[in-house]
């Protein structure tokens, strides 16, 4: 592979976003003068550059030729259509060639006309890849047709989340009870967050129970509240979980293990949305929207009569399916550089990078414990390279060997 030539383009003043699947080449970039003095942003793929463009503002996108995703060229024409002030270059990794080609002068697209004598030099779509408006199909790894929107504070782009995406911004709007189902640590708290922040009810309270935490005897008491007096060491009235969340959300985490005594009680609250303190008289309205999460099989539960039916298809309005890590894998560099970016800024250590052959070895792995295990296995692996800019390998070695041993 020959040397890199030193970059000699225009510097930028505001924010870049270097798109490349290769880690060491996406380094080589952000420490150029192409980067110098701005603030920059990676993207291991198109469709992670197509999210993060939607979540921050961008000046200038340096991307790779060689995608691990989608093809390059419609990328670039994709962005010059929905982010028409944003400047794409191309580079390319392969040939270790850190000198920018605009976009508009590679492809033959100017003022947003192709020119016929350019337009498929690179593989631009063919009009017949077009739909009617003129809009770039994109190919992606299965084919869809349109990349969907992430959640706040959620990433990946695998078609699996883009589903769970697509259903969540469709129900955020509406009062409608949620449930969400998942295993653990794929992250269903961060749906239901993302589900309230998208909602009209975004600048009242999210308030979150985890049912598996609380007592049976202290369940009625967190939930609804009680008067001074209503049992021993009540000195004072307090308010329970759901009138505090007045206005906003309420998430029962870990629905499956409500105590069956509760049960009829929140059925009754969601049927006619109002709150009896324990030992108080007095009744109150709230208005609250529900959202519940569960690793367990719900409807199991009813048949084993340990969860009441009616109150499983009360809750279960509009269930939302999150899936394990091991069904989108694709999202594992995704995940990876974002958990490693965070360990490096919270350490106030430069900026460390996956190498391929690391990278290989987590995509190789079940993740029983799902996301939660995968940004353990980087904060461990983050430890052990101590000064190094790079994790590898051996880094991961633990982990791997625990790996072998759960496959056994």
């Known amino acids: 592979m020959a040397a890199a030539a030193t970059p000699t383009f225009v510097r930028f003043q505001k924010s870049i976003l270097v798109a490349s699947a290769d880690s060491s ?22 469709a992670h550059a197509l999210a993060k463009l939607a979540q921050f503002t961008c000046d200038s996108v340096l991307l790779d030729r060689h995608l691990p995703d ?23 990794s392969k040939l270790d060639v850190a000198q920018p080609e605009e976009f508009s002068r590679v492809t033959g697209f100017e003022n947003g006309k192709a020119n016929s004598d350019n337009s498929n030099r690179f593989g631009s779509p063919h009009p017949a890849d077009r739909d009617e408006i003129g ?6 790894n299965p084919a869809v047709a349109e990349v969907a929107e992430t959640l706040p504070g959620m990433l990946g782009t695998s078609r699996a989340m883009q589903q769970v995406y697509r259903m969540a911004r469709m129900v955020a ?29 975004a600048s009242h309270p999210f308030v979150a129970v985890n049912c598996a935490a609380i007592p049976e005897s202290l369940f009625e008491a967190e939930l609804f509240g009680y008067a001074r007096g209503a049992f021993t060491g009540a000195v004072q009235s307090r308010l329970g979980r759901i009138h505090v969340a007045q206005g906003g959300t309420l998430f029962l985490d870990e629905a499956g293990e409500m105590p069956l005594s509760m049960q009829a009680k929140l059925l009754r609250f969601l049927q006619n949305g109002e709150v009896q303190r324990l030992g108080s008289s007095d009744v109150y309205r709230v208005d609250v929207r529900v959202v519940c999460a569960t690793n367990r099989e719900l409807l199991e539960q009813v048949h084993a009569k340990e969860f009441r039916q009616d109150l499983y298809y009360r809750l279960a309005i509009f269930p939302l399916a999150v899936p394990p890590l091991r069904e989108r894998m694709e999202d594992i560099g995704i995940l990876s550089e974002h958990f490693l970016s965070q360990l490096s800024a919270e350490n106030k250590m430069a900026r460390k990078y996956l190498t391929t052959q690391a990278l290989t070895l987590l995509q190789q792995s079940r993740w029983e414990g799902n996301v939660r295990e ?12 101590g000064n190094e800019d790079e994790l590898r390998a051996e880094h991961f070695q633990a982990f791997s060997e625990s790996v072998r041993l759960r496959e056994i």
């Open 25 to 46: 080449f996406r380094r080589r970039l952000m420490k150029s003068s192409a980067c110098a003095g701005s603030l920059s942003e990676e993207a291991v793929g198109g």
């Open 70 to 92: 989608l093809d390059s060229t419609e990328v670039a024409e994709l962005i010059r259509q929905r982010y028409p002030s944003t400047e794409v270059k191309f580079v390319d």
């Open 135 to 140: 809009h770039s199909r994109l190919r992606l």
């Open 173 to 201: 709007p509406r009062d409608t009870t949620v449930l969400i189902t998942g295993e653990t640590g794929t992250g269903k708290e961060l749906v239901a967050e993302a589900i309230h922040k998208l909602s009209p009810r």
């Open 374 to 385: 995968l940004q353990h296995a980087i904060e461990r692996a983050f430890i052990l390279s």
